[in-house]
């Protein structure tokens, strides 16, 4: 037996628990720790201490506080004791050493980048690392970034996770979301996924949603957008339009944030009776 401390119902308190066999952490390759307890709690602050303990049990949850070792609970049982006063409900938990997932910085491709919000998980169906995190670049760093998640295709880099792990992972971009800011720098949305050398699943139901219907639309937005472009130049070096009227032209086909009114034209429909009643 053991004694460790977790702050629990408001105070730390002292328990005796069973060593168990410790498990192997997917994200660092770590041997946590693994421990039993069992103690009893009056009745009446039973909802208290469920509630701490759901936390604690979830993912993205809050781990009890312990003196060094922060606590994830990964077991939970208890039973009620018949003509106790005042009631009392015996509990028995396993508990997990929870780790600290949060990097100081993500290095991929020779570039550091620090993140603010970043979150990474096993995924439950591949069983392989995905993060998330969202960080802001400028100038030769954001070029640099930029040059990585265009020509990513099914590349992998090696991905090293400062603060958490500093041995490589082999990862590829998923998702890249972008932002500019007001100061003109760029922030991202990036989530990194290690599924190398797995089979490429089917796409799921939602994949595919509006497809390729999507991607069509895509396609002929930036070829309109293109040649909108060319023929600006085109006709302003021929001297049909004037650089006030082609500068106008330009500024009208850049990228907006649609108004209330734009956004109505995409609701009208030709004929209403197709979407029932």
Same mark, same amino acid.
């Given at each position: 037996?053991?004694?460790?401390?977790?702050?629990?119902?408001?105070?730390?308190?002292?328990?005796? *628990?069973?060593?168990? %066999?410790?498990?192997t952490s997917a994200h660092t390759g770590r041997q946590l720790r693994r421990v039993a307890l069992e103690f009893r709690v009056p009745s009446k602050r039973q909802d208290e201490l469920d509630a701490e303990l759901k936390a604690a049990a979830?993912? +993205?949850?809050?781990?009890?506080?312990?003196?060094? &070792?922060?606590?994830?609970?990964? $077991?939970?049982?208890?039973?009620?004791?018949?003509?106790?006063? %005042? #009631? &009392?409900?015996?509990?028995?938990?396993?508990?997990?050493?929870?780790? #600290?997932?949060? *990097?100081?910085?993500?290095?991929?491709?020779?570039? /550091?980048?620090? %993140?603010?919000?970043?979150?990474?998980?096993? +995924?439950?169906?591949?069983?392989?690392?995905?993060?998330?995190?969202?960080?802001?670049?400028?100038?030769?760093? $954001?070029?640099?970034?930029?040059?990585? =998640?265009?020509?990513?295709?099914?590349?992998?880099?090696? =991905?090293?996770?400062?603060? @958490?792990?500093?041995?490589? =992972?082999?990862?590829?971009?998923?998702?890249?979301?972008?932002?500019?800011?007001?100061?003109?720098?760029?922030?991202? $949305?990036?989530?990194? @996924? !290690?599924?190398?050398?797995?089979?490429?699943?089917?796409?799921? %139901?939602?994949?595919?949603?509006?497809?390729?219907?999507?991607?069509?639309?895509?396609? !002929?937005? &930036?070829? $309109?957008?293109?040649?909108? /472009? @060319?023929? =600006? +130049?085109?006709?302003? /070096?021929?001297? @049909?339009?004037?650089?006030? *009227? *082609?500068?106008?032209?330009? /500024?009208?086909?850049?990228?907006?944030?649609?108004?209330?009114?734009?956004?109505?034209?995409?609701?009208?429909?030709?004929?209403? #009776?197709?979407?029932? #009643?």
């Open positions: 037996m053991t004694t460790i401390s977790i702050h629990l119902l408001g105070d730390t308190r002292e328990f005796q *628990a069973e060593e168990l %066999p410790p498990v979830e993912k +993205d949850g809050r781990p009890l506080r312990g003196t060094d &070792v922060n606590w994830s609970v990964s $077991n939970t049982r208890y039973s009620y004791t018949v003509g106790a006063q %005042p #009631d &009392v409900a015996t509990y028995s938990l396993e508990l997990q050493e929870a780790e #600290d997932l949060r *990097a100081s910085a993500v290095e991929i491709g020779g570039l /550091a980048l620090v %993140p603010g919000a970043y979150r990474e998980w096993i +995924d439950g169906e591949g069983d392989y690392l995905v993060l998330t995190f969202v960080t802001e670049t400028a100038g030769e760093a $954001n070029q640099q970034l930029e040059e990585l =998640v265009i020509a990513r295709g099914e590349t992998y880099y090696d =991905v090293i996770r400062r603060g @958490v792990s500093d041995t490589p =992972v082999r990862m590829r971009f998923g998702r890249t979301l972008w932002q500019e800011t007001e100061a003109g720098s760029i922030r991202h $949305n990036l989530s990194l @996924v !290690a599924d190398e050398g797995r089979e490429t699943s089917k796409p799921g %139901p939602f994949a595919l949603l509006n497809e390729p219907q999507l991607s069509r639309t895509t396609e !002929a937005a &930036v070829a $309109n957008a293109q040649a909108l /472009a @060319v023929l =600006v +130049d085109e006709l302003q /070096a021929q001297g @049909v339009l004037s650089s006030e *009227a *082609a500068d106008k032209i330009r /500024a009208a086909a850049l990228p907006h944030k649609i108004t209330k009114q734009e956004a109505r034209q995409f609701t009208r429909a030709y004929d209403l #009776d197709m979407y029932g #009643d």
